[in-house]
């Protein structure tokens, strides 16, 4: 009780006190949170009261604004857009507001565009626009994200703690969901439920979900749920559950190799076939000529000139300064997408033995070394990780959960520069634990517990 209520205590310190740029102040409420959640787990909480808990300590940021991101304001953006029939793939916001005018009022082609809207629409556009942290790019949310973001805007277009809300529910409302999957999978896999705490008490997860409204807690858990549909057989099921999962966010399709020898060749096309169908439909509402052209140019973008918290892509950008005297993320950038997808393709052709229970720890893999050789890391990025965690033995997505708050260091001051001694202890650490876990752990749970069982 008293782990729980401290626990509460650092979480109202972090939703109501704690601007990012205050980044010792925020270190500091964030240690005390992850020591009070391994204190709670190794207090041998039971599952009822684990739960209990996870809710409570989400339910203390309902009225609190996001306050270590700003992601928020474009969201709201792009939600406006939906509401009143704008498609927010095709505009990007420096189009519909000029340049220079304070945001004080919309562009020509924003008032042909927003004919006939309410005055409070076209005001609030216009006062978000000095808030969006990348007004010169086209949005890169997927459909299932313009839809709750549209919701909560058109239901509250000038009422950003309203919206705010209202997408905070929603979010509430996939972790509980979450719950039940992880549970289920679980016990499915002949795992001990209680290990769902890992996921759901993780103050990673509960500060960058429920606190800063990113949806990357809906996208895992549509995702675990096509896992759990294949697990019944279920495999149409799961196809469109997983299009919705990509539909919330594109990385689930690293799971698509994995299902190629464990579905057989003939149901794996079947099967992505279902998946692009579902993907196709949500998307529809979108289609126009500038959509795939404009998604391309930001997943370009994204792979060639952002970069944050990252750990080879930065090894070889101080090469490439060296060689070239100048930044090679335009080639490096590309490349390391190459080779993950290359480690993708080739762990899912070896991988052995092809079960379901193993799946997981598969993906939990190809995820890793996806963020070890992407640009950009920010720090929900994770959540997927801590969530595949709880199938396997490895532990070192837990200790990354912990450490990745020391890349907010760059927000200290308004030109978001890096502390890169700070970057080398967070990633020395990670792959410090990772290395014990490959040479000690190197089975997923299930096979651990099969063994277990198997001797006694």
């Not at 409420?29 to 996870?54: C, D, E, I, N, P």
């Not at 089975?443 to 069982?453: A, D, S």
Request: aromatic share 12%.
């Amino acid at each position: 009780m008293l782990a729980l209520l401290l626990s509460a205590l650092a979480y109202a310190a972090l939703a109501y006190a704690t601007p990012r740029t205050q980044f010792g102040q925020l270190l500091g409420w964030v240690a005390v949170a992850f020591g009070l959640y391994v204190v709670l787990l190794k207090t041998g909480l039971s599952l009822r009261a684990g739960l209990v808990a996870a809710l409570l300590l989400r339910l203390l940021w309902l009225p609190a604004r996001p306050a270590l991101s700003d992601d928020y304001h474009r969201f709201r953006w792009d939600g406006l857009l939906v509401a009143q029939g704008v498609n927010p793939y095709q505009y990007r916001p420096d189009e519909l507001v000029p340049e220079g005018t304070a945001s004080q009022h919309l562009a020509p082609l924003a008032d042909s565009l927003f004919t006939g809207s309410p005055v409070a629409v076209q005001a609030t556009l216009a006062s978000l626009y000095s808030r969006l942290n990348s007004p010169h790019y086209y949005s890169v949310y997927p459909p299932i994200c313009q839809l709750v973001y549209g919701t909560a805007s058109g239901l509250f277009p000038a009422h950003e703690r309203a919206a705010v809300l209202l997408m905070r529910l929603v979010l509430l409302l996939a972790e509980a969901a979450m719950a039940v999957v992880l549970v289920q999978l679980l016990r499915a896999f002949r795992l001990p439920a209680h290990r769902a705490l890992w996921y759901l008490l993780n103050p990673l997860v509960i500060v960058e979900l429920t606190g800063n409204l990113h949806f990357e807690g809906l996208m895992i858990c549509l995702t675990l749920l096509a896992l759990g549909l294949l697990v019944r057989g279920r495999w149409q099921l799961s196809a469109g559950v997983l299009g919705l999962a990509v539909g919330t966010k594109l990385l689930p399709l690293l799971m698509l190799p994995l299902l190629v020898r464990r579905l057989g060749w003939q149901r794996a096309i079947l099967y992505g076939g279902l998946t692009a169908l579902t993907l196709l439909l949500i998307f529809l509402p979108f289609i126009s000529l500038d959509l795939l052209r404009n998604i391309s140019r930001s997943l370009t973008l994204y792979f060639s000139k952002f970069e944050f918290n990252a750990s080879v892509y930065y090894v070889l950008r101080a090469i490439g300064y060296r060689i070239t005297t100048y930044n090679e993320i335009a080639r490096i950038g590309p490349a390391l997408a190459l080779l993950t997808t290359s480690f993708a393709l080739g762990l899912a052709w070896r991988e052995k033995p092809l079960t379901w229970a193993r799946l997981p720890h598969t993906l939990l893999l190809i995820l890793a070394v996806y963020y070890f050789n992407a640009t950009v890391i920010h720090p929900w990025y994770l959540v997927p990780l801590v969530a595949l965690s709880v199938f396997s033995t490895y532990r070192f997505a837990l200790v990354w959960s912990g450490m990745v708050v020391l890349s907010y260091a760059a927000y200290q001051t308004s030109t978001y520069t890096e502390n890169l001694a700070l970057l080398a202890l967070e990633y020395a650490v990670v792959l410090a634990v990772l290395t014990w876990d490959v040479t000690r752990r190197s089975k997923p749970l299930i096979l651990v517990e099969e063994q277990q069982t198997t001797k006694k």
